[in-house]
């Protein structure tokens, strides 16, 4: 919001008023659903219906509102900006921020906020866990999924009413698009990728065989032979735990009666530390069921 239009804040945000607004918003992105859109497009779709919550409550909604943050030298005399601004006559105003990636900057610019008695919410979208920012920053996660498209139009998102659930394969016509019949044995394993990211380990194991054998390199934390479904939960569960944000992008191929996974994960450790790393999962799905994943920590090893 422009910076003549920003009230004084007689009042700062107590913190019941700042989860109850996260809680909304937060609410309100849950109903926004989209299907293979590029992450540039899906930051815009998210920031209208920020603005759309703002305006439905009665508030004035601000694009690119002028923020307290100066900018870094040697541009301190000038003033940053927030995605969306909103004021409103029942208390303080409202900034929001929407990011893709964990940026250090913004987190910066909205601690300024709240310390100028704003309330500072923070919406993160992507596939997998978000890190919680300090208070009295509010985070807003906005979960999609993801996948790499057709005819080389690199990664796209999705999502849906149920987001777990991996978003079909199209390809464009004229003035459209149809649906491409997913390989069932790769829908099953990219279902369990997304229930991993989302924290959900029952239903990541959801569809192992009784006797699944599940081999990791013996390198990797808790590495090794697990077999039966309890046990791959528990590694699964000890993995995911390591994280504090994580991000998982799948990518799955048929090789065969194999199905072989380029898992792309990255975020921050419980450490606090950034990690990145890429790894190939190769499958053997009978029956409906996921008998065999053998695990390389270099993509480069799996065999023909």
């Not at 497009?41 to 694009?63: F, H, P």
């Not at 301190?76 to 900006?81: C, T």
């Not at 509010?138 to 777990?164: H, I, K, M």
């Not at 992008?249 to 990690?275: C, K, N």
């Amino acid at each position: 919001m422009p910076a003549e239009e920003m009230p004084a804040d007689e009042t700062a945000a107590g913190p019941g008023d700042a989860d109850g607004l996260a809680g909304a918003l937060a609410a309100h992105l849950d109903r926004l659903t989209f299907a293979d859109r590029t992450a540039d497009q899906v930051t815009e779709l998210i920031l209208d219906a920020v603005v759309d919550w703002g305006r439905a409550r009665g508030w004035r909604v601000y694009r690119r509102a002028a923020s307290v943050m100066p900018l870094p030298p040697p541009y301190e005399s000038r003033f940053s900006v927030v995605d969306v601004g909103c004021a409103r006559a029942d208390g303080p105003p409202v900034v929001v921020e929407v990011d893709h990636s964990d940026r250090r900057r913004t987190l910066e610019k909205l601690a300024a906020e709240a310390a100028a008695g704003r309330v500072a919410l923070w919406v993160r979208w992507g596939t997998g866990r978000f890190a919680t920012p300090p208070a009295p920053v509010r985070l807003v996660p906005c979960r999609v999924t993801f996948r790499t498209a057709l005819q080389g139009r690199g990664r796209v998102y999705s999502r849906t009413a149920n987001t777990e659930r991996p978003a079909p394969e199209h390809s464009d016509v004229a003035g459209g698009f149809t649906v491409e019949a997913m390989d069932p044995d790769i829908e099953l394993v990219l279902r369990a990728y997304a229930a991993f990211a989302a924290g959900d380990i029952e239903g990541a194991v959801r569809d192992l065989h009784p006797d699944v054998e599940w081999i990791e390199p013996d390198e990797f934390p808790n590495g090794g032979r697990h077999v039966g479904p309890a046990a791959v939960a528990r590694y699964l569960r000890a993995s995911y735990d390591g994280w504090l944000e994580l991000h998982s992008e799948p990518f799955a191929t048929r090789r065969g009666d194999r199905i072989v996974v380029v898992h792309h994960v990255h975020g921050v450790l419980q450490d606090l530390s950034v990690h990145e790393a890429t790894v190939a999962d190769v499958f053997t799905v009978a029956g409906g069921k996921v008998v065999r994943m053998t695990a390389y920590a270099d993509p480069a090893q799996v065999p023909d």
